[in-house]
């Protein structure tokens, strides 16, 4: 198993989000998380790659538990890549120097070999020329395209997306979709928080609807999409289709 | 010209430019100091350690609560009483002004890390960088961009208050110039180049923060 989550609470104070998780995501997989907003599908992301404090219960990443206070918890994200909603580019940094800092930094590796690895990713995200300016002057859709280049900068295992489209004007969303469904492509072990429906059923091999800190149903897309079982799951897709 | 060179304004330049050069040079290695224990105090401002958020906490409010003629005096006299020592008036001098706009930088240095947006830290960390490389590749260089209108800001105030130490007869810029009107009784003329030197470096300053500011802006 890429992830393995075992019986996962987290809560914010008092707040209870998330109320015992139990997921399995292999390797290779597209797993997609669907829906409404407070159900905790985000905080359930973060908590992949501890960005969120574990509050109880076991995160695996390839074996290694994320709960082991003895887990060095920087290797493990360093094979975890991670979208945000609001890109988080590095402002006072290029284009380039975004995508370079972590092998740079991270791994190590000599500034022009970094640089000459970035190129190829530039290229796959559609961004070839604009290796030299700053993320200001890149539209939302660009920018989100560099976000997922930086992360693959670190040739991650497993990549995280949380909500990637959901600050993206509607006609930009096509081409950050499009450089997603290449890497599910790849064979890129894929875990996506998302609100489009149609790149869900389409691209995910397995779909998660949550709902009040828990996973409510989970299914291939044809089943959970064309003959969701929860009430609540059909109650979700009734609005949102 | 001789009506030019020999009026007080002109005479007492002598004088000024001679108390100008302390008061820089006060204001200058004061504010390097100054800058050195803004940083640490704060950050440890930031520190979720209670105790280093604590003993920060009471260093920034006991300089910003109390005046600095009594901080310079403190620093003068009471310590100098306190440990049978005389420290030297210029040293005394620097150790105000860093310990006095230290206070000040460190809650500049805290607003400006603290202002910076939660998901660059969580970007940085999340392609493997650790806490102090986050905080020295992302978080600071951003941070630092936005401490220089503040900074520039308290280098004005700081060059200001270099003028209290008159009161220990520091040769800086106004003793100086009281210096000049106590032997010739010209105060006025004194007075006046006096606040025409303050103002060739304050206000060439506060006009090159407010272009800096607005290019920030954007």
Same mark, same amino acid.
């Given at each position: 198993?890429?992830?393995?989550?075992?019986?996962?609470?987290?809560?914010?104070?008092?707040?209870?989000?998330?109320?015992?998780?139990?997921?399995?995501?292999?390797?290779?997989?597209?797993?997609?998380?669907?829906?409404?907003?407070?159900?905790?599908?985000?905080?359930?992301?973060?908590?992949?790659?501890?960005? *969120?404090?574990?509050?109880?219960?076991?995160?695996?990443?390839? +074996? /290694?538990? %994320?709960?082991?206070? $003895?887990?060095?918890?920087? &290797?493990?994200?360093?094979?975890?890549?991670?979208?945000?909603?609001?890109?988080?580019?590095?402002?006072?940094?290029?284009?380039?120097?975004?995508?370079?800092?972590?092998?740079?930094?991270?791994?190590?590796?000599?500034?022009?070999?970094?640089?000459?690895?970035?190129?190829?990713?530039?290229?796959?995200?559609?961004?070839?020329?604009?290796?030299?300016?700053?993320?200001?002057?890149?539209?939302?859709?660009?920018?989100?395209?560099?976000?997922?280049?930086?992360?693959?900068?670190?040739?991650?295992?497993?990549?995280?997306?949380? *909500?990637?489209?959901?600050?993206?004007?509607?006609?930009?969303? +096509? /081409?950050? %979709?499009?450089?997603? $469904?290449?890497?599910?492509? &790849?064979?890129?072990?894929?875990?996506?928080?998302?609100?489009?429906?149609?790149?869900?059923?389409?691209?995910?091999?397995?779909?998660?609807?949550?709902?009040?800190?828990?996973?409510?149903?989970?299914?291939?897309?044809?089943?959970?999409?064309?003959?969701?079982?929860?009430?609540?799951?059909?109650?979700?897709?009734?609005?949102?289709? | 010209?001789?009506?030019?060179?020999?009026?007080?304004?002109?005479?007492?330049?002598?004088?000024?430019?001679?108390?100008?050069?302390?008061?820089?040079?006060?204001?200058?290695?004061?504010?390097?100091?100054?800058?050195?224990?803004?940083?640490?105090?704060?950050?440890?401002?930031?520190?979720?350690?209670?105790?280093?958020?604590?003993?920060?906490?009471?260093?920034?409010?006991?300089?910003?609560?109390?005046?600095?003629?009594?901080?310079?005096?403190?620093?003068?006299?009471?310590?100098?009483?306190?440990?049978?020592?005389?420290?030297?008036?210029?040293?005394?001098?620097?150790?105000?002004?860093?310990?006095?706009?230290?206070?000040?930088?460190?809650?500049?240095?805290?607003?400006?890390?603290?202002?910076?947006?939660?998901?660059?830290?969580?970007?940085?960390?999340?392609?493997?960088?650790?806490?102090?490389?986050?905080?020295?590749?992302?978080?600071?260089?951003?941070?630092?961009?936005?401490?220089?209108?503040?900074?520039?800001?308290?280098?004005?105030?700081?060059?200001?208050?270099?003028?209290?130490?008159?009161?220990?007869?520091?040769?800086?810029?106004?003793?100086?110039?009281?210096?000049?009107?106590?032997?010739?009784?010209?105060?006025?003329?004194?007075?006046?180049?006096?606040?025409?030197?303050?103002?060739?470096?304050?206000?060439?300053?506060?006009?090159?923060?407010?272009?800096?500011?607005?290019?920030?802006?954007?």
């Amino acid at each position: 198993m890429m992830i393995s989550v075992r019986d996962l609470h987290k809560s914010f104070g008092s707040v209870e989000v998330l109320k015992g998780i139990d997921a399995e995501i292999k390797e290779q997989e597209v797993v997609c998380v669907i829906g409404p907003s407070g159900s905790g599908k985000s905080t359930f992301l973060r908590c992949l790659n501890l960005l *969120e404090e574990v509050t109880s219960g076991e995160v695996y990443i390839e +074996g /290694d538990n %994320l709960t082991d206070p $003895k887990i060095n918890i920087n &290797e493990v994200r360093s094979r975890v890549g991670m979208v945000f909603q609001h890109f988080n580019l590095f402002p006072h940094r290029t284009v380039l120097e975004n995508i370079t800092l972590g092998p740079i930094k991270v791994k190590g590796i000599k500034k022009k070999d970094a640089e000459e690895a970035a190129l190829p990713l530039l290229e796959k995200v559609g961004l070839s020329d604009k290796a030299d300016v700053y993320p200001e002057s890149l539209s939302g859709g660009q920018k989100q395209r560099v976000a997922i280049a930086r992360s693959l900068a670190m040739e991650p295992r497993i990549m995280l997306f949380d *909500e990637p489209t959901s600050a993206l004007d509607p006609e930009l969303v +096509g /081409d950050v %979709l499009e450089v997603m $469904k290449d890497l599910a492509k &790849e064979g890129m072990t894929m875990v996506v928080v998302t609100h489009e429906m149609g790149f869900a059923r389409e691209v995910g091999d397995r779909v998660l609807f949550m709902d009040e800190g828990v996973i409510m149903e989970e299914d291939v897309p044809e089943n959970l999409f064309g003959n969701p079982q929860n009430p609540r799951t059909q109650e979700f897709l009734s609005k949102v289709l | 010209m001789d009506f030019i060179t020999e009026s007080h304004y002109y005479r007492v330049m002598p004088m000024l430019f001679e108390g100008l050069v302390w008061t820089l040079l006060i204001t200058g290695v004061g504010l390097i100091f100054g800058f050195i224990l803004g940083a640490i105090f704060g950050f440890a401002r930031l520190s979720k350690n209670k105790l280093i958020y604590g003993l920060a906490t009471v260093y920034v409010e006991v300089v910003r609560g109390t005046p600095i003629l009594a901080q310079i005096l403190f620093i003068y006299f009471g310590l100098s009483d306190l440990m049978g020592v005389n420290i030297d008036k210029i040293t005394a001098s620097i150790i105000a002004i860093a310990i006095n706009a230290g206070a000040y930088i460190a809650e500049i240095v805290r607003g400006a890390v603290y202002s910076i947006d939660k998901g660059q830290d969580e970007a940085g960390r999340s392609i493997g960088l650790t806490r102090n490389q986050t905080m020295r590749y992302i978080i600071w260089p951003q941070a630092f961009r936005r401490m220089i209108p503040p900074l520039g800001n308290q280098f004005v105030i700081s060059l200001k208050d270099t003028s209290l130490f008159s009161v220990i007869a520091v040769g800086e810029l106004l003793y100086m110039g009281q210096q000049y009107y106590g032997a010739t009784f010209a105060a006025f003329e004194a007075l006046t180049m006096v606040c025409i030197m303050y103002l060739v470096i304050t206000v060439p300053t506060a006009v090159y923060l407010r272009r800096v500011e607005r290019r920030l802006d954007v």
